[in-house]
């Protein structure tokens, strides 16, 4: 049976993702229903996912969801 408490899922930014320099905040992926709960730099630092935080190549976002709200956040994500 699937869980109702959604899952987990990881995102890397391409380059070329349509969000990339933009601020996390931006994005409105609360509103998608999809939590952010942490971010990893492409150099390996970690930071706390902050809303005026930028988005750049390489970052890698857990996101924590229902599966039809983590597609839509992986589609805003690339595509803006």
Do not use: C, W, Y
């Not at 939590?35 to 996912?49: D, I, T």
């Amino acid at each position: 049976a699937a869980s109702t408490r959604g899952s987990m899922a990881q995102f890397t930014l391409p380059p070329g993702a349509a969000t990339v320099g933009q601020a996390l905040g931006q994005l409105a992926l609360h509103a998608m229903g999809v939590k952010v709960v942490n971010l990893r730099h492409s150099n390996g630092r970690m930071s706390a996912p902050l809303d005026e935080i930028a988005l750049a190549v390489g970052d890698t976002l857990v996101l924590s969801g229902h599966p039809a709200a983590l597609a839509l956040a992986e589609d805003r994500l690339l595509r803006g």
